[in-house]
């Protein structure tokens, strides 16, 4: 059932997908967020990747670099991030330990949660990231982690963006200055180190991410594959489409089995002490039949990210003032979605790709079953 949708990538300062840009996938531009909390710039790069923008590169430089290469990693999330004062002043930041990344749901996804969950968990936690915490069985699931041991790259200043190695590339470390705060808290040199030495709250105490300075961030593993949605882990593999998402909830809670027509993935960088958030990246799976040949959504596509939204804001993480209403909403939304697709066509087109993805599909999962 895997290559009966195609996979869409969007960035935002929040979870409204209204306040989202189109992520051009594998393209070495990155995407820009700023608020009032903090400025970002974002590169997305998914190996083999088939998904829209149409026409968009399979694969980027970025692959071919050391240790991805090597790792045969599969997909990475660089980051940008000058985290600022909001109230305008010098000084102060954020604690080591209270600035996060990772994944989070709207609604329950308990009962659609397989046999072996907590085993697979186990795995991540103990070969992936000893500091994630979550709750998957919780009403809104969520799966987090300091970003001080969860990124595997971290470099304390402007790092370097080159477009022929696919963007933002960064190499744990820092610039002069940046090197000189690591050091100045005792934080190792070496990335593995460096994750290892801040599962401590002493160091997570420690550190501060300084408001007014960049810090340069990447988050990669082989273990995500997109392509197939597969989590594959050592001993252990997850077909996670049929766990990618719950089913829309009725009115009393129980789940309605209407199929849905989109499945969302979340990551987010967010501040753990005042819920603030610093960027949203959305993985969104949409049905074929619901996408246009240029890449634009359908009505049906459309519908089913105004649900998502609307689910978003009822559990709170989106305020209920926020946008407009009615019809006026809806215009106003699928013209900026319109607008996001045909300025990443016009830039794929200036590169120069040709291949149509229009029939590319990801390998379709062993079993149709494994998909609701």
């Not at 790069?45 to 970025?62: E, F, K």
């Not at 719950?246 to 993935?265: A, F």
């Amino acid at each position: 059932m895997a290559d009966k949708y195609v996979i869409r990538v969007t960035a935002g300062p929040d979870y409204d997908i209204d306040n989202h840009t189109v992520v051009p996938v594998n393209a070495p531009e990155t995407v820009k967020v700023s608020t009032a909390h903090g400025d970002v710039e974002l590169n997305v790069r998914i190996q083999d990747y088939a998904g829209l923008p149409r026409n968009s590169p399979s694969t980027s430089p970025y692959f071919s670099l050391e240790p991805h290469k090597t790792s045969n990693d599969r997909y990475s999330i660089a980051i940008r991030f000058t985290p600022k004062n909001p109230d305008g002043g010098d000084g102060g930041g954020i604690s080591g330990g209270d600035l996060q990344f990772g994944n989070d749901f709207d609604h329950p996804i308990r009962d659609k949660l397989p046999p072996g969950f907590s085993y697979a968990m186990n795995i991540v936690k103990w070969w992936i990231d000893p500091g994630l915490d979550g709750d998957a069985y919780a009403d809104e699931p969520y799966l987090y982690g300091p970003g001080l041991s969860s990124f595997n790259a971290l470099h304390v200043g402007q790092g370097e963006h080159d477009p022929a190695k696919g963007g933002l590339v960064v190499e744990e470390g820092g610039d002069e200055a940046g090197l000189e705060a690591r050091r100045a808290v005792g934080a190792p040199d070496t990335a593995k180190e460096r994750m290892k030495w801040a599962l401590k709250q002493d160091a997570k105490s420690r550190w501060v991410y300084e408001h007014g300075r960049t810090y340069c961030f990447d988050f990669f593993n082989p273990y995500l594959d997109f392509n197939d949605f597969a989590l594959r882990l050592p001993g252990f593999t997850l077909p996670i489409m049929k766990y990618w998402d719950g089913q829309p909830l009725s009115s009393d809670g129980k789940p309605t089995h209407k199929p849905k027509r989109s499945h969302t993935l979340r990551y987010v960088l967010r501040n753990r002490s005042t819920a603030d958030t610093y960027l949203v990246v959305l993985f969104t799976l949409y049905l074929k039949e619901d996408v246009n040949e240029d890449g634009s959504l359908k009505d049906a596509a459309l519908k089913a990210t105004k649900e998502d939204k609307e689910m978003a804001r009822e559990s709170g993480k989106i305020s209920s003032s926020s946008g407009a209403s009615g019809q006026e909403e809806e215009k106003g939304n699928n013209s900026k979605h319109e607008e996001d697709y045909e300025e990443a066509r016009k830039h794929f087109e200036k590169l120069g790709v040709s291949k149509s993805h229009d029939d590319a599909a990801a390998p379709a999962a062993e079993n149709d079953d494994d998909v609701d």
